[in-house]
């Protein structure tokens, strides 16, 4: 691949991402029922658009190539997980309580220095990343210049203590 000299502008943002999906009610159920997204619009049985805060989507499911498929094998190439950034801790911590009590298993708790997740799979076993971001300004820096990111366990109980304040 050759060194290029083209940027990409710094306020490129990823919109949304689409999954195939193996039962498009399954996922809503996950993705509306569990996470709270909203449904912006169905297209009969086969797809589905959802988003938070009114935008057109953030996530797309389907069934048009995957209906009543397996899941994909667990060491091939493929989507890693599919993030989602909430604006607070305090949001991390509701979504943690709601997760708690729905009794949905999390796969993982990590905090990354720049970043605190929690993570689970969809029903299709899609990884789902749950994290907000510490702000810009507590990012640390390597010698080198960048980021100090790493992967420590995540304190969940200090985590809920966010609802108590």
């Known amino acids: 691949m050759e060194n290029s000299e083209y940027k990409i502008p710094q306020t490129t943002r990823i919109g949304h991402v689409h999954l195939k999906v193996a039962d498009l009610q399954r996922s809503l159920d996950f993705y509306h029922g569990l996470l709270g997204f ?3 619009t169905l297209y009969g049985q086969e797809a589905a658009f959802i988003s938070a805060g009114g935008y057109h989507h953030h996530i797309g499911l389907n069934t048009w190539q995957s209906k009543n498929g397996p899941q994909p094998p667990q060491n091939s190439t493929g989507l ?3 993030a989602i950034l909430y604006p607070s801790r305090k949001d991390l911590a509701e979504i ?3 997760l708690t009590k729905a009794d949905y298993p999390i796969t993982g708790a990590a905090d990354h220095g720049v970043s605190e ?3 689970m799979n969809d029903p299709d ?3 789902v990343e749950l994290y907000w971001d510490r702000p810009q300004k507590e990012w ?3 010698e080198d210049g960048g980021l100090e990111m790493y992967t420590r366990p995540l304190n969940l109980q200090d985590l809920l203590n966010e609802l108590n304040l």
């Open 38 to 40: 909203e449904i912006t």
């Open 80 to 82: 890693f997980h599919t």
């Open 96 to 98: 943690l309580q709601h």
């Open 117 to 119: 997740a929690l993570y």
């Open 125 to 127: 076993g899609n990884g």
């Open 140 to 142: 640390t820096k390597r």
